[in-house]
């Protein structure tokens, strides 16, 4: 499988029982602390390989610095930090390049295993399935914010904290269920990874707006008027194949295409298993985890709705 439906990650069958996961992906800081801006480059890295259902084996260091104005203890609490997360996926650091840079980047190209038979993609979702999303939404206006003293301690912490945990545990859990399609929500936000999954699927995802978990402070950054330079463009590639309610207002649907690092797994499952796949994730300590909407026939080319 390769790039044709935008998939998070490339396979290869290796044989009947094995085929190797590859992807690549790298971030400039969103944290000054250098240990933190690793652990979230390697967790954003990582979740590619969850997204798909894998298992990470390798990872190879992608980084660009500016040695001309940072110092190697720097680059070092980087790499540290990214190890630390690369061991706990139970993976290993197998190297890596650095470049000369402007500004400092930092990511992974991970390879990881899965059966070939078994592998997750972000297209296949099926009328009458519903929507689990593990993370809550919110980091991009949230470091935006942060640039001007408006988020709490707090409410920083916990943003941390979401965005530097792994998605292995929720992969794991969701092992045990049918999914029938998954991605992790990145980038383009969960408007614009949800589409690709709709778009793939042909089918409309049905989201409540109120069942999507946010980060504490995120909505209330919206309201104030704060919001980050990708918004504009994540919304302009889904607004004509998207409806948001008209009860929803503009400071809200911002939310939903707000850009994120390291965010959760979207999954699309029958709705059979919804609750109890709920239950499994939290009682494994994904606690955010929640059913956020439901899977229907395709009306009127309108892909995915907000209500």
Not at 69 to 92: C, D, F, N, R, Y
Not at 124 to 150: C, E, H, M, Q, Y
């Amino acid at each position: 499988m390769g790039f044709d439906t935008s998939d998070d990650a490339g396979v290869y069958r290796l044989d009947d029982d094995k085929a190797i996961v590859v992807t690549a992906d790298f971030i400039t800081p969103p944290v000054d602390d250098p240990f933190l801006f690793g652990q979230i480059g390697a967790a954003n890295s990582l979740s590619d390989i969850y997204a798909m259902g894998g298992k990470p084996l390798t990872c190879l260091n992608l980084i660009g610095f500016p040695t001309d104005q940072l110092g190697p203890e720097i680059l070092h609490g980087i790499v540290e930090g990214a190890l630390s997360k690369i061991t706990e996926a139970g993976a290993v650091l197998a190297g890596g390049h650095t470049t000369a840079d402007d500004e400092p980047k930092f990511g992974l190209s991970v390879t990881g295993i899965v059966h070939p038979d078994n592998y997750w993609r972000n297209i296949g979702a099926r009328p009458g399935d519903v929507l689990v999303l593990t993370k809550p939404i919110g980091s991009g206006v949230l470091f935006n914010a942060n640039l001007k003293k408006w988020v709490s301690e707090q409410a920083l912490n916990e943003c941390i904290s979401h965005i530097t945990t792994l998605n292995k545990v929720a992969a794991e859990t969701m092992a045990d269920f049918s999914i029938h399609a998954a991605t992790d929500i990145t980038g383009f936000a969960l408007a614009g990874h949800a589409l690709e999954m709709a778009k793939g699927s042909s089918v409309t995802l049905e989201i409540q707006a109120d069942q999507v978990p946010t980060m504490s402070e995120a909505l209330a950054m919206y309201e104030k008027g704060v919001s980050t330079g990708v918004n504009a463009e994540n919304r302009a590639l889904i607004e004509t194949e998207t409806r948001f309610a008209s009860t929803l207002s503009t400071w809200h649907q911002e939310i939903f295409v707000d850009p994120q690092t390291s965010g959760g797994l979207l999954v699309s499952l029958p709705a059979a298993q919804g609750d109890t796949l709920v239950n499994a994730l939290h009682d494994k300590g994904v606690k955010a985890a929640c059913i956020i909407g439901a899977v229907a026939e395709l009306k009127d080319e309108m892909y995915l709705t907000f209500s």
